[in-house]
């Protein structure tokens, strides 16, 4: 009997695969199956509280300028304001020459500005030979990249400050600062001032005030939030809280994103936030949390003050801790790693080091995945004409072999290239897309393919989802698989004629039995014992890893 599925083809048209809605899915970089997780964990800001855009960052970038001038920075920049079609996360900073880079997973410099000036190729040769940036250890003092949505601001401030500095007739540039009389300021103090300036406006200014004394100007508020928590909890599934910030900012965030009439659903009564949670950490310093961590203390939620002593256990539904580490956290709770689901939104501290050291599944928030497709599905007749470039380029080398002297001329066609790639960039802002440059995937992209097992514009997304759903991961497919059909037929002769016929590794099957193809017969003078096997066995069973959650 055939236990594998068929497909009902109608005129030879395979059905259409169904999908959720773009804006409703969740993409799986490593499959995934939902029913295998029995923990939720979820981080506060940028994840459970959507800050709205631009206002927050730009309340952000003000109080920040504000400090700067404070320590005896100019005045003028007073006069800058948040452009939010500037900046992107996962930029790398030189702050040797006071570059900001977009590059590919290798280094390559995709994009290269100073201040407001885009620089061209030559330009960038000229400053990196082959146009290329190492990002290793030994790099780690030149080069600080700007990975998350509480970079943004920080990125657009450091563009205007190079090009103040640069373009103002007291200053006098160099490659690596600028001098102002019997002063120097190099590019990497000023970003030392910019980065002490945030971290003061963040801790010991007036950012996190401002947020809760306006939350409706600064928060989205979403009533599927305690739906979906209080679901996962129905399921069996016990829900934690992990978050940096502090006790009193994380109260007054959460009690506005719980702040409705009704309870998880329209007809309950309302619930204070801390009953969705089984758990909850404030001050986890993630990602110090995914290693040696801090000591795990309990918070009086009457006065927002520590306990005294360290907390040893059990974790109380109902109660609040600060600090601990993910070892201790998990063996609290019964955890073993993969039976939990983090959902955040910074690549490093929530989504690398959980993964990395935690051993957990993770899944990222990429609240610009939603203007990506945008711009995936509205400029579609963008798409279509590259694909026609693609035709006409390969047209022209149809006929054309090694003995060919012809020389197509396609100067045009790659100019048209360049400008159809241009408009597409500069449809998601000057910096282009999140994930690519033209045919090029960004470092941030290879961040996210490596370490998000799965990623989406809104954790609300997996609202749209049974809990016993398998996420199956599309196959990564390399050039000779994404451009070869399946239907083209490579002609055996063809492949004999090759050199590396003898490197054939195939196996038939003969009688549902597997067996070696061609091998070579291994008989040897019966001189002396043969060994326990003489050679390896095709498996019959299935031993090869395909998915991370198709074990039984």
């Not at 002593?309 to 993910?326: M, R």
């Not at 149809?398 to 360049?418: F, G, H």
């Not at 400008?419 to 994930?435: C, N, R, Y």
């Not at 599309?474 to 070869?484: G, N």
Request: hydrophobic share 35%.
């Amino acid at each position: 009997m055939d236990n594998h599925p068929t497909l009902d083809f109608c005129d030879g048209v395979i059905p259409k695969k169904y999908r959720r809605d773009a804006s409703h899915r969740v993409f799986a970089n490593r499959s995934l199956s939902l029913e295998k997780i029995k923990f939720f964990g979820f981080d506060m800001d940028y994840t459970l509280a959507v800050y709205k855009t631009p206002q927050y960052e730009a309340l952000g970038f003000d109080l920040v300028v504000s400090r700067l001038v404070s320590i005896g920075y100019p005045q003028e920049l007073l006069n800058f304001q948040y452009d939010p079609t500037f900046p992107i996360r996962g930029l790398l900073l030189d702050r040797e020459y006071g570059n900001l880079l977009k590059v590919d997973s290798f280094g390559n410099i995709l994009v290269c500005v100073h201040g407001f000036k885009f620089l061209s190729g030559p330009e960038i040769q000229e400053l990196y030979p082959n146009k290329f940036i190492q990002i290793t250890k030994e790099t780690e003092s030149r080069i600080f990249i700007l990975n998350t949505l509480f970079n943004l601001p920080e990125t657009y401030l450091i563009a205007c400050l190079v090009d103040f500095f640069s373009n103002s007739e007291q200053y006098i540039p160099s490659k690596t600062g600028v001098r102002h009389g019997d002063l120097w300021m190099s590019w990497k103090s000023i970003h030392q001032d910019v980065r002490v300036a945030v971290d003061w406006v963040h801790d010991k200014g007036t950012f996190k005030q401002r947020t809760i004394e306006k939350p409706e100007e600064y928060v989205v508020k979403d009533p599927r939030l305690p739906t979906l928590l209080h679901r996962l909890r129905q399921a069996g599934r016990k829900v934690f809280l992990a978050t940096n910030s502090d006790y009193k900012y994380t109260q007054a965030i959460m009690t506005y994103l719980f702040d409705f009439p009704h309870g998880p659903t329209f007809d309950s009564p309302h619930q204070p936030w801390l009953t969705y949670f089984d758990v909850v950490i404030v001050d986890a310093r993630k990602p110090l949390f995914f290693g040696e961590g801090t000591i795990l203390r309990q918070i009086d939620t009457e006065t927002g003050a520590l306990k005294l002593g360290t907390h040893i256990g059990p974790l109380q539904h109902g109660h609040v801790y600060s600090g601990g580490s993910c070892d201790v956290f998990c063996e609290m709770i019964g955890a073993t790693g993969r039976d939990v689901l983090y959902v955040g939104d910074h690549i490093f501290g929530d989504i690398l080091k959980s993964k990395k050291v935690g051993g957990w599944r993770t899944c990222l928030v990429v609240p610009e995945l939603a203007q990506e497709l945008h711009v995936w599905t509205d400029k579609r007749d963008h798409f279509t004409d590259l694909q026609a470039l693609d035709l006409k380029l390969a047209d022209l080398y149809k006929n054309l072999d090694s003995n060919s002297d012809i020389r197509p001329d396609i100067s045009s066609i790659k100019k048209d290239i360049q400008h159809l790639v241009h408009d597409m960039d500069m449809a998601h802002g000057m910096m282009g897309s999140l994930f690519r440059s033209g045919s090029r995937q960004t470092f941030f992209a290879n961040q996210v393919s490596r370490y998000a097992d799965l990623y989406c514009s809104s954790f609300i997304n997996l609202l749209y989802y049974p809990f016993s759903y398998f996420f199956r991961a599309a196959p990564m497919l390399m050039p000779h698989e994404s451009t070869v059909s399946h239907s083209e037929v490579l002609h055996e002769d063809e492949i004999l004629k090759t050199p590396v016929t003898s490197r054939q590794r195939a196996v038939s099957q003969t009688n549902g039995e597997v067996t070696p193809d061609k091998r070579p017969q291994m008989l040897r003078a019966n001189t002396i014992g043969a060994p326990p096997n003489l050679r390896a066995s095709t498996p019959t069973n299935i031993t090869h890893g395909h998915d991370d959650d198709d074990e039984e």
